[in-house]
């Protein structure tokens, strides 16, 4: 790699990565719904000027370097930090998707990098899982650190995309995970002179020397919380790695110290959720005794009783089958809840509007005991097919349709009318950044006046779906207000038709706002940050 153009190799190391990235659509946690339109919430950012050169060309006998790679698990995360940054992709190794994702980067290197790495054992998957997603979590922090070891900033600025993800990687796992310093120092630096030339190694050498000195007589470079509102903002979004607009807004919201209390737990290791499928016959004890046997710590859920949670342990779950044999599936409770807003019950008449890939479907669904049904819509294809292949595997079929459309079209072309409307809007995702570390760096301020309007249309189409006494469900996986009480009231001046039914009784007192709609904090409850307003159609109405 010595001979080669580091501009031509990370050119051609962007276009084979973004040829492999879906569009991102939905601003919801890997198993939720798909983004319902086509808003360009991630923008591509790139750090290529236009007419760089292309692909270096080969040599003719296209040999691969056999010796394994230095640090086998550092040049996957490498790779999958650099597709996140360029566009959007963010891939959870530890689902199967996610395996195979990991499979397809190490061809990637083998291909373009010319060395091999051998293939990744479980305990690696979990190594790159932790590195990539407190890699993303910490950038900024991270960032600053690197930038503040440089020369002069203009080093930092003008760094190569895969040096820079090397660095980050190297400063997370000194700084956050405490490796052995100087295994993780010659770990880099070998990755770097091998992904790049033996000047990248150095300069990694020299960077991650000046850390460790600095670590060690406790005196990083970070800023202190002074000065005005925007000045404190700035230093808290540094030391806790958040955008500054989203500290900003929070502070505004809450003031500081639950500003600071949320951030610490966005970048704190996520409780994932099981559900047990009772359409199956299973119940939470079968489940609990399985994760038993498996030796998965778990805690049973206070707030709902078909559900448990963990912290560890979900590589097991997968590897066990527990998912492929439909036994349960992985739902946060939050999810759980805005279900429970909706209340099915036997013989209800159901539209789950934008549903894909169908957790609250199938939730729905397994409470309907076989009587009634839901219609399932989404605009994302691909994804409503997995909903009805996991509503076979669920055993909720017989009460599940699909059907791929777009909500507001649907609305005006079918003359139809529900007992029950969930309505799972697109939204900003800002109450799952604790599974999601990727989204605080995708989202922008301007993005809520485009998603702010997208929510209003929804609401108007899902409404025209609704029967003189029905129940119209509003929910998002956000914690702002704006995406939350604000639509609703905007929707109620619009609609004076409908009234708000309180959460009260639905679900547990804790999750009842002042206004009578549920709300999830994820500081206070321990579970993502999510919102549901039950509103009820008058039947006796007359406009």
Known sequence: MEGASVSSLCSHFLSSALSKIPYPQKAHPPFSGPFHGSIPIARISTYFPVGSPGPRKKSNDNTVNTEISPHRAGIVSAVRLLRIDQGGAFADLLNEKGRNSAKNEMGYVERTLGFRTRDLDDRDIRLVT???????????????????LCKEEGMFRSMEPLLLQVLRIGFYEIIKLEMPP???????????????????????NGILRK????????????????????SQARALAIIHSHPVWMVRRWINLWGVEESVKLMNWNNSNPYFGLRVNTAKGYTRIDLANQLKSLKVPFELSTY????????????????????????CSVQDESAGLVVSVVDPQPGDTIIDCCAAPGGKTLFMASRLRGQG??????????????????SRLHNVHNVVTTTNADLR??????????????????CSGLGVLSKRADLRWNRR??????????????????????KPGGVLVYSTCSIDHHENEGRVAAFLLRHPEFAVNSVD?????????????????????????????????????TS
């Not at 993780?184 to 990694?204: M, S, W």
């Not at 850390?211 to 202190?224: A, C, F, G, N």
């Not at 702010?452 to 025209?464: P, V």
Request: net charge negative; glycine share 6%.
């Open 130 to 148: 932790e590195i990539v997603g407190g890699t993303v979590r910490w950038r900024r922090y991270l960032d600053h650190l690197i930038m503040s």
């Open 182 to 204: 100087y295994a993780v120092v010659d770990e880099n630096v070998k990755l770097a002179k091998r992904a790049l030339r033996p000047g990248a190694g150095n300069l990694v």
């Open 211 to 230: 850390l460790l000195s600095l670590k060690d007589t406790d005196s990083l470079p970070l800023p202190k919380v002074v000065g005005d509102d925007r």
């Open 304 to 327: 709902l009783k078909d559900f448990v949670r963990l912290q560890t342990g979900m590589q097991t779950v997968i590897q066990s089958g527990l998912l492929k044999e439909g036994i």
């Open 373 to 390: 049904m839901i219609l399932a819509i989404d605009i994302n294809k691909g994804r409503l097919r997995i909903l009805k292949e996991t």
């Open 409 to 426: 079209l649907y609305a005006e072309m079918h003359n139809i009318q529900f007992d029950k409307v969930l309505l799972d809007v697109p």
């Open 445 to 466: 301020f301007e993005d809520f006046e485009q998603l702010k309007n997208l929510q209003d249309e929804l609401l108007n189409a899902a409404s025209m779906l609704v």
């Open 505 to 541: 009784g639905y679900v547990p007192p804790e999750f009842v706002s002042e206004e009578g709609y549920y709300f999830s904090n994820p500081v206070k409850h321990c579970i993502d940050g999510s919102f549901a307003a039950r509103l009820v159609k008058t039947s006796s109405y």
